[in-house]
């Protein structure tokens, strides 16, 4: 059963002014901190649902915060996908697994390009996208280059088809952006 909250505040002001207030989402950041900088898309002030806004901007400390984080997983990727063998000594977990370690450090390498999208101000969707991409493609190479250790004749296709999927997201939505 879903439950709900609702909450009453009262607004001492006619409703065709608060409605004027509302769809002048230009001047949104005048009046709420949540929002820093709003983008004008439709010339129709009525077009309330036609309109982006941006949340307030990163702080400085969030956003050394990311980039620390983001060159963490970046670091840890590529020395894992590119030396299996260092990284898993370095980590000490037995027994070694070249795979694994090769699957770890694409899923890796995936969340840093994704925090490194995030930290350079991509929207929400393409940051998601790219760090997909990146993640399956390089899963998709771990497969190929570790076959002869296991899995199935299907997965690297299956793999590479996932991982073009996400770029043909990729290219529509920043295509959709552009036009």
Known sequence: MTSSRHVAVPI???AATVWRVLVDVERWPQWTASMSEVDKLEPDPGALMDRRAR???RTPVV???VAICAASMLVLGAWAFAAPRSFADFIDYAPYNRHLVHDAGAFQLG???ALAGALAGWDGLLVALTGFAVASGLHTLSHYGDR???GHASDVPNLGLLTLLGLCAIYLHI???KS
Do not use: D, M, V
């Open 175 to 177: 295509r959709r952006r």
């Open 111 to 113: 969340i840093g390009a």
């Open 55 to 57: 949340e307030a901007r």
């Open 63 to 65: 956003s050394a915060l």
């Open 12 to 14: 001492a002001a006619p």
């Open 148 to 150: 002869h250790a296991g």
